[in-house]
């Protein structure tokens, strides 16, 4: 699963600052391309969240919550990640 977040985050890296909304419009579009296949799969049902700042640039859903009762993700989805974050804190430190 480390393969779809560091290319999200190289995607995001590669952000053009100036025409900020045709920038994220374009990187929604090429997040939805990139994680379509994993979705497809089942592999990937989650929330992708990406800011600059105090921006957010994309914020959207994929995938179940619940498959059994056909419940999609929504963006205040809550998930248990227990110590997924950890290698974000170190980056950020």
Do not use: W
């Not at 090429?30 to 992708?48: E, L, S, T, W």
């Amino acid at each position: 699963m480390r393969q779809p977040t560091m290319a999200i985050l190289l995607l995001a890296a590669a952000i053009n600052a100036s025409n900020a909304s045709a920038a994220n419009t374009d990187l929604a579009s090429k997040i939805d391309r990139y994680i379509a296949p994993f979705v497809a799969g089942n592999n990937f049902p989650g929330v992708i969240l990406i800011g600059r700042g105090d921006s957010i640039l994309v914020n959207k859903a994929y995938g179940m919550a619940n498959y059994e009762l056909r419940v999609p993700n929504t963006t205040r989805s809550r998930f248990h990640i227990a110590s997924l974050t950890k290698m974000f804190t170190a980056v950020n430190q």
